[in-house]
């Protein structure tokens, strides 16, 4: 594969240490500004929300201005739902690219995520898959789009953007 794909495919796993290591602005920098950052809700227990802008979703930003407000939440410490903020580990295996072109590439997935709550002292593992539509801006790889589907859906506590 080409090094300027390889590049591409090496997106999750740099969006997973950027989110363990609460490097923020790093984060913030993989994503295009026109980007859609959805965690689609389950309907029913084989049934995804397709819509969100119709139906409920765990998570969703149609644009990074949303994800960048909400790290500014996380940073001031005025979120109570993320404070304190909790330790991630997020582990990613089978990056597969779906498609490819000249300037865009989409990716496939898998992840879990142990997340440490040390006020209840407590571990939960999230888990599932995400899909990114990345697109080449100059020499770097963006993303326009991550869907993120979340299998263990019954959350013990809030879940966050930087938990999946």
Known sequence: MDSKYELGRQIPFREAAYLDDRQWDEWLALFSTDCEYWVPSWLT???LSTDPQKEIAHIY???RAGLED???RIRSGRSPATTPLRRTTH??????VIEQSADSMK????WSCHVFEQRHKKTTTLFGHAEYALSLQG???RIRA???VLQNDYLPSMVDIYCI
């Open 45 to 47: 227990e084989e049934v």
């Open 61 to 63: 930003y149609a644009s």
């Open 70 to 72: 909400r790290i500014v």
């Open 91 to 96: 582990i990613l295996g089978s990056v597969l």
């Open 107 to 110: 990716l496939r997935s898998s």
């Open 139 to 141: 020499d770097d790889w």
């Open 146 to 148: 991550k869907k993120t």
